[in-house]
């Protein structure tokens, strides 16, 4: 291996850390990223730590605070309402597509991460259901075949980490997710597009009108029943 590809394969591993934090919500809006505190978490030089950050900026998942120093981006009410109303749209049409171009086997493999996301609940595991729900709405996105449309909602649904944080501060709202996805499996199963599709978007408006009405960025270490050791070792990780 070139030392380019070595520095390379590192500054991959710290972007991917950084954003699983973001998305986990161990790394809040308006955080600070220490390049020296990253450069020590990953045992990495500077070079492939900047090189990191540069793609967290491109990628939009930062931006400049004081001193131009990276910090984790804040989205408005406004703009997560104009990020909502796009995901509506794209997620109707996608859903039609899923219904109509998705295998039995993506369909059996949606099953069985359902019972992931089941078994992270019944843990009260936050990072972890966060990680399995991504799992489960992209296979859903790639049996759309249209890759396009496919990386453009999973970018827009890592945007919307902060809605779903506080989506699942409730563990009843959490098992309702568990429930419309295996409503979903069914629908699936039984090439349902137009029941498929509604419970997607169904899914999509819940999020959004229940963080509406709080109008508040989650903390972190104040997820209530969903609060967990593993939640908390990912927020110390970050540190």
Known sequence: MTKTMAKSTE????FDGIVADILAGALRPRERLSERDLVSRFGVSRTPVREAIK???ERGFVEAGPKGVAVVVEISAEDLRKLYDLRLELESSAALAT????????IEEMSRINKQFGAALA???LVRMLEVRADFHAVAARATRNRWLADILVM??????VVRHFHWQDV???AQTLQIHDQMIT????RDAKSYRGLAVRQIEAAIDS???QLRVPNFGDYGVLNNPSARRARAAAR
Do not use: C, G, M
């Not at 500054?11 to 710290?14: I, K, L, P, Q």
């Not at 219904?99 to 993506?106: L, M, V």
């Not at 827009?156 to 980490?161: C, F, M, P, T, V």
């Not at 629908?187 to 039984?190: C, G, T």
């Open 99 to 106: 219904a109509a171009n998705i295998t039995p086997a993506e």
């Open 156 to 161: 827009l649904r890592e945007r919307s980490y």
């Open 123 to 125: 843990k009260r595991d």
């Open 187 to 190: 629908a699936l199963r039984r």
């Open 211 to 213: 963080y509406q009405r």
């Open 172 to 174: 009843d709202r959490a």
């Open 11 to 14: 500054a991959d591993r710290v």
């Open 55 to 57: 793609r967290l900026f």
